[in-house]
Nanobody, 123 residues
Framework: QAQLGESGGGLVQAGGSLRLSCAASGRTFSRYSMGWFRQAPGKEREFVASISWSAHNTDYADSVKGRFTISRDNAKNTISLQMNNLKPEDTAVYYC????????????????WGQGTQVTVSS
C-alpha cells in the first residue's frame, strides 16, 4: 500500500528555519509530481509548493515564494521543503501529496496524502 510520511515539523521562532521531509513507501513516486499543502486551524487546506516528477519545474504559492524551496530525490523516494524566514502565519499542519498531474494546485488533483506534520512559528 502506497504511503507518504512527513517529518521535520516543530516549534521555531519567527525568522527561523525548518526542513520538512516526506518519505514515500509502498511504491515508487518517481513519475508523480509532488506537492506540499498546509492547513491552519479554522482554515482550508492550501497549496504551498509543488515539483514535477523530473524536478525541472517548481511552483510556489505567492505567500512562500522566495522563502521556501521544494526539492526531491527520486533515488531515495523523498521530497523536502526547506522553509526559511518563517513567519507566525506559516503555522499550520503541513502535508505532502502525490499527483499524476503538473502543474497542480488543487487538492483534488492529488491521489496520495501523508498524515501531516505540525509547524508552529512563535512571534
Amino acid at each position: 500500500q502506497a504511503q507518504l510520511g512527513e517529518s521535520g515539523g516543530g516549534l521555531v521562532q519567527a525568522g527561523g528555519s525548518l526542513r520538512l521531509s516526506c518519505a514515500a513507501s509502498g511504491r515508487t513516486f518517481s513519475r508523480y509530481s509532488m506537492g506540499w499543502f498546509r492547513q491552519a486551524p479554522g482554515k482550508e487546506r492550501e497549496f504551498v509548493a509543488s515539483i514535477s516528477w523530473s524536478a525541472h519545474n517548481t511552483d510556489y504559492a505567492d505567500s512562500v515564494k522566495g522563502r521556501f524551496t521544494i526539492s526531491r530525490d527520486n533515488a531515495k523516494n523523498t521530497i523536502s521543503l526547506q522553509m526559511n524566514n518563517l513567519k507566525p502565519e506559516d503555522t499550520a499542519v503541513y502535508y505532502c501529496a502525490a499527483s499524476t498531474r503538473y502543474p497542480a494546485r488543487e487538492l483534488g488533483s492529488y491521489d496520495y496524502w501523508g498524515q501531516g506534520t505540525q509547524v508552529t512559528v512563535s512571534s
